[in-house]
């Protein structure tokens, strides 16, 4: 089962290694991970997406909070949540096919933040599987290039993670 | 007090008490080795190959319970100390160690001598710091120590850049009393409830097992330990790296477990209905097959470390918190509890292990006229009344010394159980003699494994360590050919040297005393030969049995009742099989 594992960890140089290297020495999976630094400039947040069976889970997360480095983590799908991914995608565009793209790009709630005569840069926040609807949306060939997050998330309600 | 930073970390490990450091000098460590040279109070000990001050920083942990501290310098000297630092992180010993770094402005551009250290170690440590900034050296420093010796212990390095232990720069200097860290709050006591129910399925077991390993070694638990398995009358297992923490001469002890443990250790454990396993981790040398492990049992299951708990091993009854106290609240509510150990069906519960210990699974050939190597350990028990250290290598020598020392005390057993590293012996020897310089100690070692650390013997004359290395000399990697023998048909590949050293004279050459001992009845002698010799450190080489093998064996991936066992003349095996 796919698992949200949100994680506050000093913001010192190393850190985002020895989860990195946790994964790799232990074989579990890692599906994508996000960091940035939190309100506090000496935390960061880390949104890691793992999958695998519940005793794998719970090694995860145990050998997570084993990290010195690491303050404390949440498995956001153990909870009501929400999570967005960022995506950044360039889209080849002809005199025939513009107006269609911005429609897509307008079904899916998404912005056109860069033109050229030839391509669109597109901005899209949202579910992982709805960024990935419309990037299947797309003939192959049409798309340049796409950026993504990797997804970031949140629980509902007014407990959160913080020190 | 203004000092350098090179001053500071000296002056940082006298104010922590640190008695040795273990290590080896270089260019990015110089600084720090003139702030040693002006000073008396923490001795350093040269070693001859860095790997050696790991070893020695480790055993010396192992038998006084403080931290071990190791010194040395950037590249080669770091990696050569990668091989101790993980054999200490495995077996989870404290240890502090400092390595030196390239300038702070040259990091990253493949400088002389240039390794990351703290990339390459940090898989084999509890945790490490690269020191950016002189002002936080001592805070870093004291950080280190507290890691490394609370909650589960484990080795935490330090990496120190050269221009940070610059002499021409001083800073007032002040060692913090006490360290906190948000990140890092480890687990004192247990849950009560949870220790509450460990009691009631303990006193309703009908055929109990007590499992304990080295966490009752390393939270100094024995006495607790001790105390609550007599108060109830189990059965008690160690680990190997258990041995000594409950008494082996004692009544109640079944002997080790695992790949090499006893017939009645191993048929207990399978057959039991609850087990209390108190820090240990269900090592796949101790479980064998995971799926027909324990069959019949309820599992509690005491360790500091959370993520020890149901790692290859699902527990029923969890409790996470430092051994001792749990042991202590489990015996006060044993006290006071209602409900008492049923003596009929614990009387048929150790009839039943009284007819596995007849098997007499560690009988072997008495009469042989070629030495065996059981017959040298068992004779170095007599002759030190087992009170002597004893460290060891790894291999066959190694499980005849957990099988046949009966270490009735915790901290006298020594040696490298999870990383299995050949080359610990000599270098731990050393640093348990430095520890306790009155105490016997003894070294079991093989000829392969002895020739791993060997340069250390230069090190014992220098610091006048006189240990006792007995050598158990088969001329072969002795487990190794063990396992060719038992899967490969006997093909052994690359499992012996052609050429091996006279150990006698190399053990001259160095300075000491070389003894050969070729007939079983010479053993006892020699070993008392060399015990009486106080101040020299003494190389016995035991010329033993080539063929002999290390039983009962439980092959890799079988389970525990499915034991190879001895078939020597006179032993009931053999009885029962004609």
């Known amino acids: 089962?796919?698992?949200?594992?949100?994680?506050?960890?000093?913001?010192?140089?190393?850190?985002?290694?020895?989860?990195?290297?946790?994964?790799?020495?232990?074989?579990?999976?890692?599906?994508?991970?996000?960091?940035?630094?939190?309100?506090?400039?000496?935390?960061?947040?880390?949104?890691?997406?793992?999958?695998?069976?519940?005793?794998?889970?719970?090694?995860?997360?145990?050998?997570?909070?084993?990290?010195?480095?690491?303050?404390?983590?949440?498995?956001?799908?153990?909870?009501?949540?929400?999570?967005?991914?960022?995506?950044?995608?360039?889209?080849?565009?002809?005199?025939?096919?513009?107006?269609?793209?911005?429609?897509?790009?307008?079904?899916?709630?998404?912005?056109?933040?860069?033109?050229?005569?030839?391509?669109?840069?597109?901005?899209?926040?949202?579910?992982?599987?709805?960024?990935?609807?419309?990037?299947?949306?797309?003939?192959?060939?049409s798309i340049i290039e796409v950026a993504r997050s990797g997804p970031t998330g949140i629980s509902r309600g007014e407990k959160g993670l913080h020190l | 007090m203004e000092l350098s930073g090179g001053q500071i970390l000296v002056q940082c490990l006298k104010d922590e008490g640190v008695e040795f450091v273990f290590g080896y000098p270089g260019g990015s460590v110089l600084h720090i080795y003139d702030a040693i040279f002006h000073q008396d109070d923490v001795k350093h000990i040269l070693v001859r190959h860095e790997q050696g001050a790991t070893h020695s920083a480790d055993a010396y942990a192992r038998a006084t319970g403080k931290p071990g501290v190791v010194l040395v310098t950037s590249g080669p000297g770091a990696t050569n100390a990668v091989t101790g630092i993980a054999t200490a992180y495995m077996d989870s010993i404290p240890m502090v160690i400092i390595s030196g770094q390239v300038p702070s402005p040259v990091i990253g551009s493949d400088a002389f001598q240039e390794v990351d250290?703290?990339?390459?170690?940090?898989?084999?440590?509890?945790?490490?710091?690269?020191?950016?900034?002189?002002?936080?050296?001592?805070?870093?420093?004291?950080?280190?120590?507290?890691?490394?010796?609370?909650?589960?212990?484990?080795?935490?390095?330090?990496?120190v850049p050269k221009d940070i232990t610059d002499p021409n720069i001083k800073i007032p200097y002040k060692y913090p009393k006490k360290v906190s860290m948000r990140s890092y709050n480890p687990v004192v006591t247990?849950?009560?409830?949870?220790?509450?129910?460990?009691?009631?399925?303990?006193?309703?077991?009908?055929?109990?097992?007590?499992?304990?390993?080295?966490?009752?070694?390393?939270?100094?638990?024995?006495?607790?330990?001790?105390?609550?398995?007599?108060?109830?009358?189990?059965?008690?297992?160690?680990?190997?790296?258990?041995?000594?923490?409950?008494?082996?001469?004692?009544?109640?002890?079944?002997?080790?477990?695992?790949?090499?443990?006893?017939?009645?250790?191993?048929?207990?454990?399978?057959?039991?209905?609850?087990?209390?396993?108190?820090?240990?981790?269900?090592?796949?040398?101790?479980?064998?097959?995971?799926?027909?492990?324990?069959?019949?049992?309820?599992?509690?299951?005491?360790?500091?470390?959370?993520?020890?708990?149901?790692?290859?091993?699902?527990?029923?009854?969890?409790?996470?918190?430092?051994?001792?106290?749990?042991?202590?609240?489990?015996?006060?509510?044993?006290?006071?509890?209602?409900?008492?150990?049923?003596?009929?069906?614990?009387?048929?519960?150790?009839?039943?292990?009284?007819?596995?210990?007849?098997?007499?699974?560690?009988?072997?050939?008495?009469?042989s006229r070629i030495i065996k190597p059981q017959y040298v350990v068992e004779q170095l028990y007599e002759v030190t009344n087992g009170n002597a250290f004893v460290t060891s290598d790894v291999g066959q020598h190694q499980m005849y010394a957990a099988q046949y020392y009966k270490f009735d005390k915790p901290r006298r057993w020594i040696n490298s159980g999870g990383l299995g590293t050949m080359g610990f012996g000599l270098p731990a020897a050393i640093g348990v003699k430095l520890a306790f310089p009155e105490a016997d100690v003894a070294c079991i070692t093989g000829e392969a494994s002895i020739q791993m650390c060997i340069q250390e013997l230069s090190t014992a004359l220098q610091y006048n360590t006189p240990v006792k290395i007995v050598n158990l000399n088969n001329r072969y990697m002795g487990m190794v050919r063990q396992w060719q023998e038992f899967s490969y048909q006997s093909r052994y590949s690359h499992s012996y040297m052609d050429t091996i050293p006279d150990f006698?004279?190399?053990?001259?050459?160095?300075?000491?005393?070389?003894?050969?001992?070729?007939?079983?009845?010479?053993?006892?002698?020699?070993?008392?030969?060399?015990?009486?010799?106080?101040?020299?450190?003494?190389?016995?080489?035991?010329?033993?049995?080539?063929?002999?093998?290390?039983y009962p064996m439980i092959e890799a991936g079988k389970a525990h009742h499915d034991m190879k066992l001895r078939v020597a003349p006179g032993t009931p095996v053999e009885r029962e099989l004609s």
């Open chain 2, 117 to 159: 250290t703290v990339g390459i170690t940090r898989p084999c440590v509890k945790h490490n710091f690269l020191v950016k900034d002189v002002n936080q050296l001592a805070e870093t420093i004291k950080k280190a120590f507290y890691v490394a010796t609370t909650g589960r212990p484990g080795p935490v390095l330090v990496d």
């Open chain 1, 1 to 141: 089962m796919r698992h949200i594992i949100s994680i506050l960890i000093e913001n010192e140089s190393g850190a985002l290694s020895r989860v990195a290297g946790l994964f790799s020495a232990r074989g579990y999976n890692i599906e994508s991970l996000t960091v940035a630094p939190t309100e506090d400039p000496s935390l960061s947040r880390m949104t890691l997406v793992t999958s695998g069976s519940d005793e794998i889970i719970e090694q995860i997360t145990k050998q997570l909070n084993k990290l010195i480095d690491v303050v404390k983590l949440i498995d956001l799908a153990e909870s009501a949540h929400i999570e967005r991914e960022l995506m950044l995608v360039k889209i080849k565009t002809t005199h025939e096919t513009r107006e269609e793209v911005k429609r897509m790009v307008d079904i899916f709630r998404g912005k056109i933040i860069d033109v050229t005569p030839n391509s669109y840069v597109v901005e899209m926040t949202g579910q992982s599987n709805k960024l990935d609807a419309f990037i299947h949306g797309f003939e192959e060939g």
């Open chain 2, 504 to 550: 006698v004279k190399l053990a001259e050459a160095y300075g000491h005393v070389g003894i050969r001992v070729e007939k079983p009845e010479e053993v006892r002698d020699a070993l008392k030969q060399a015990f009486e010799m106080k101040d020299r450190t003494v190389f016995l080489d035991f010329i033993t049995d080539r063929t002999e093998n290390v």
């Open chain 2, 190 to 367: 247990g849950h009560k409830g949870q220790i509450k129910r460990a009691v009631e399925m303990l006193l309703c077991a009908q055929r109990p097992m007590i499992y304990s390993g080295g966490g009752v070694i390393l939270g100094e638990a024995h006495e607790e330990l001790t105390e609550l398995t007599r108060m109830l009358g189990y059965p008690i297992t160690n680990t190997l790296m258990g041995l000594g923490g409950y008494p082996a001469t004692d009544k109640q002890f079944v002997g080790m477990l695992g790949m090499h443990g006893t017939y009645e250790a191993n048929m207990g454990m399978h057959e039991a209905d609850v087990i209390l396993a108190v820090g240990a981790r269900f090592d796949d040398r101790v479980t064998g097959k995971l799926a027909e492990f324990c069959p019949y049992a309820k599992i509690v299951h005491i360790d500091v470390d959370p993520a020890s708990i149901s790692k290859t091993v699902k527990v029923d009854v969890p409790i996470v918190g430092e051994v001792k106290p749990v042991l202590q609240q489990m015996i006060e509510l044993i006290k006071d509890s209602k409900t008492k150990p049923s003596k009929a069906a614990l009387e048929s519960w150790w009839q039943l292990i009284q007819s596995w210990r007849d098997v007499n699974c560690l009988e072997y050939d008495r009469e």
